[in-house]
């Protein structure tokens, strides 16, 4: 059966480092990863898309890296600062038609000032 | 302002009351979502209307009972709910149904089950 995995349930960085989240996936090959940030007591929020024929997507301090030989897209913000604190989820889809979205567990990012 | 708003936004009921959640949206879209997010679980999709016709349904129990009476509209009918049921119940809109749209949410009920 269809896996996500995103690395960690939380994360703490200080203010200014570059956070890395990670999430993985087994058991199918999604044509496209969607990134979403959700604050506590709030509904997600879409941030990214990535398609699997791109290796790379930017939006200000925002990177993401979809590798489809690993089965993995990484999520990156440089210069954080604790506004970025939040859960970020991440949601492969595309396997056939018009299948929705499958999202993970999520990661809790704390960022301290 | 978010685009879809959901109400209410805290709901508290015994397992006998039937009440309903609303959500509405203004973006125009023609796809609707139901979600039921649980701590420490993943977003677990439970309906999904498209032009106002349902398309996907997950299994979920017949205790809950959508209704999309135009594509601004959605209703989550409950009645006889359990304790498990309990959690924080999300709608999203979407342009249309194809996956890679990305999908707008509401803030959300957060139902609590006596």
């Known amino acids: 059966s269809q896996k996500i995995e995103q690395n960690s349930e939380a994360l703490n960085i200080q203010e200014g480092k570059t956070a890395t989240l990670t999430c993985n996936y087994t058991?199918?090959?999604?044509?496209?990863l969607q990134w979403y940030r959700q604050d506590p007591g709030r509904g997600p929020v879409f941030l990214l898309l990535?398609?699997?024929?791109?290796k790379e997507k930017r939006k200000e301090r925002l990177k993401v890296t979809f590798d489809t030989t690993l089965k993995q897209s990484l999520f990156h913000i440089t210069a954080s600062q604790p506004a970025d604190s939040a859960t970020y989820l991440c949601?492969?889809?595309?396997?056939?038609?018009?299948?929705?979205?499958?999202f993970g567990k999520g990661t809790r990012l704390s960022v301290i000032a | 302002e978010t685009g879809v708003t959901q109400t209410p936004r805290h709901l508290v009921m015994g397992m006998t009351n039937k009440k309903s959640l609303k959500c509405e949206q203004h973006?125009?879209?023609?796809?609707m979502y139901w979600y039921k997010q649980s701590a420490k679980k993943p977003l677990e999709l439970m309906f999904v209307?498209?032009?106002?016709?349902?398309?996907e349904n997950n299994s979920v129990p017949s205790r809950f009972s959508p209704e999309c009476p135009n594509s601004s509209h959605l209703f989550l009918h409950l009645h006889t709910l359990q304790p498990e049921d309990s959690a924080l119940y999300l709608c999203?809109?979407?342009?249309?149904?194809?996956?890679?749209?990305?999908?707008?949410f509401g803030d959300g009920t957060r139902l609590s089950i006596l």
């Open positions: 058991n199918y090959s999604p044509a496209y």
């Open positions: 209307y498209s032009l106002e016709e349902r398309v």
């Open positions: 999203a809109s979407s342009h249309d149904r194809q996956g890679w749209q990305p999908q707008h």
């Open positions: 973006l125009g879209h023609n796809a």
């Open positions: 990535i398609r699997e024929n791109e």
């Open positions: 949601a492969p889809g595309g396997f056939s038609g018009n299948t929705p979205l499958v």
